[in-house]
Every structure is written in C-alpha cells, then in structure tokens.
C-alpha cells in the first residue's frame, strides 16, 4: 500500500486543438463519450438476474440458522445476509447446487438443509406420512366392511308361516275392498 | 387378552419412542459435523498485529472464541475467564484466538480494553470465518488440539471448570 501514484498526463496525451472547429469536434467526441462511458459503467457495476435467481434458488433451499422456519433467502439477519452473499461469491467461482449445499452442511450438518436429506433417519420423515394414510385406509375399509355386515346381520329374520300369513291376508283385504 | 386389544398399546410404542427421542435433544442445538475433524484454516487480520494462520500453529493447542461486543451479558460474563486462562496457560504453549463477529471496529476495541485481553484478536469481515466454523451464535468456543482437530466445541458461556477439563485435555494432546 502506499505506492507511488502515477497521474495521467493530459497536456501531453492530447495535442491541443488550435483552431475553433477542432475544439467544436473535441467537444462533440467527449460529450459522445458520455452515454457510452455510463453504460461501461453501469455493465460493471450491475448484477446479473440470473445470477440473483440462482443465488435466491440455492440460499431457498437452505435454513437461517438464528431465526424460526425461515430460508436463507428470506431472512433479514445479518448471518443469512452474509451467507447469500458467499451463495454468491461460491456461484461466481463456478461451483453448482449440489457443491454448495455439500459446502454448508459440511459446517452446520443436515440442520442446514430445510428439506431433509432423504436418508437415514430422516427417511421416516418422507416415508411416515405415507405409511400413516395407508395404514389408516386400511382401518377404515375394514371398519366400513364391519359396519355393512352387522347392519345385514342385524336384518329381522321374518318366519315364512307369519310372512306367508300376511302376504295372504293383505290379498284377503285387497280382494274385499274391491267387491 | 386378544391381539387385537394388544394392538392399542403396541402402536403407541413408537410414538412414544418419537417423542422421546425429540424430548432428549434440545431444538435450539445444532450438532457440530466439525468435531474430531481437520480445523478450518483461516487468516485473521490481528488488531495491532501481524495476520494469524491456523496452519501456521500446528503442534500447538488453540483456543478459538466468537464473540461480539454486542452480545450482552454472555460475551461480558465469559470474556475475564479467556483472558484468566490465557494467561495461566501460556507459557504451556496454548494460543488463544478471539474472533470478534458482526462488530464495528470501535466497539471490538473498546471491549478488549474493557476487558484487558491480551491474547490476539481480530475482526471477520463478511463472517467468512463464522460461516467456516458452523457458528450460529456468540459466544461459541472451539479447542483445537496439537493435531489441529477440534476436539470439542461448546455454544455459550463457558464454565470455569468445563474450561479447565477442556484445556487439560488440549494441552496433554488428547
């Protein structure tokens, strides 16, 4: 640091111009410059959409450490902050999703990832919620199935002397109320 | 008792399990995948020093602190506990390194003249160092053996017994 600065210098570079219209045309080329020297500028300084979304796509996917059920990409924290940019910084170096997630839970273990790693232990979290709805249609199928045969064991048995009697009976009536 | 009495109780069997296997770990821990591995190597612009390199002190015990001066009453209650054990130890060949995380500069030093730390202290911008080591929180202590593995790490104010166990074992080298 420190070291010797050196200035351009200008009246030697640029032959001055001795004549008005060479100092019209000077004063044209300079403000011409003007657009293009901003848009240079602005090149530099701006950040690339697709980088933010690929940033915002992988810090989604990982958890705020200090905060509740919040992403990486969400929280305001001063942690999550620093953590996006080095998102950042690892996606300029060329490095993909898989690497800097590996790179993170490297640091802070499965805790990092918000959705679990489907492995291990946590392969009853992905699994669990099927085996419950599986096991809980089957419960219910074979209470349904309860349910239809006591209702039909439940039917009145009639005795057919007492049916027949007044199936002959109602004919009786209805033969009468004819006549 | 028919099996299918025998069914109620058994299904609660593995809830039970569930729920005591997240009763016993506390939510707020997260475990340290860095344990008994290779410490990260990190560069630490030192207030008034030269910079530091962990691989630079290999063969020797390192005591790596977190700390902020805006962590109020942990990082105030353990800060004179560092500074106590640096100085007992050593001459016994430990280092101890303070990382001062998310700070302004003015408020680092003003904590280390408050506390008249002696031992090397240096700042993390961009908290490239916190991030390395799995930090979640201030303050948060690493012990580093001879090998250069971390042989414990606690979250929190330390103790000065746990400290002391944890220092013995990094200075016997085991």
Avoid at chain 2, 111 to 119: C, E, G, L, S
Wanted: aromatic fraction near 8%.
């Amino acid at each position: 640091m420190g070291g010797r600065v050196t200035q351009p210098r200008m009246d030697r570079d640029i032959p001055p111009a001795r004549h008005g219209r060479g100092r019209v045309a000077l004063l044209i080329g300079l403000l011409l410059m003007i657009p293009l020297a901003a848009l240079a500028a602005s090149a530099a300084t701006s950040v690339s959409p697709d980088l933010e979304d690929r940033v915002r796509e992988i810090a989604s996917e990982l958890r705020c450490v200090v905060c509740q059920n919040l992403s990486v990409a969400d929280s305001p924290s001063e942690l999550a902050k620093e953590m996006r940019n080095l998102v950042r910084e690892l996606v300029q170096q060329g490095k993909g999703r898989e690497e800097i997630q590996a790179y993170f839970q490297s640091r802070y273990g499965d805790f990092i990832l918000l959705e679990p790693a489907k492995r291990g232990f946590n392969l009853l979290v992905w699994c669990l919620p099927f085996v419950a709805l599986l096991v809980g249609a089957c419960g219910v199928y074979l209470a349904a199935r309860r349910w239809t045969e006591r209702r039909e064991e439940a039917k009145p048995v009639v005795d057919p002397v007492y049916a027949e009697r007044v199936r002959r009976e109602l004919r009786e009536r209805e033969g009468s109320g004819r006549s | 008792m028919s099996w299918k009495k025998a069914l109620i109780p058994l299904a609660c069997v593995p809830v039970i399990i569930l729920l005591a296997y997240g009763f016993r770990s506390d939510p707020r821990a997260i475990p340290s995948p860095l344990l008994q591995k290779a410490a990260p190597n990190f560069r630490l612009a030192v207030f008034d020093g030269e910079d530091m390199m962990l691989d630079s002190l290999k063969g020797k015990p390192v005591v790596l602190n977190f700390w902020a001066s805006w962590c109020y009453p942990a990082c105030y209650e353990e800060a004179p506990l560092l500074e106590s054990a640096w100085r007992k130890y050593k001459e016994q060949g430990l280092i101890m390194v303070g990382v001062a995380i998310q700070d302004k500069e003015a408020n680092i030093r003003e904590f280390m003249r408050r506390f008249n730390f002696t031992f090397p202290n240096g700042p993390d911008p961009g908290s490239k160092i916190s991030i390395d080591y799995g930090v979640y929180g201030v303050p948060e202590t690493f012990f580093i053996d001879r090998q250069g593995r971390i042989a414990y790490k606690h979250v929190g104010v330390l103790t000065p017994a746990l400290m002391e166990v944890k220092l013995q074992a990094i200075l016997r080298g085991n």
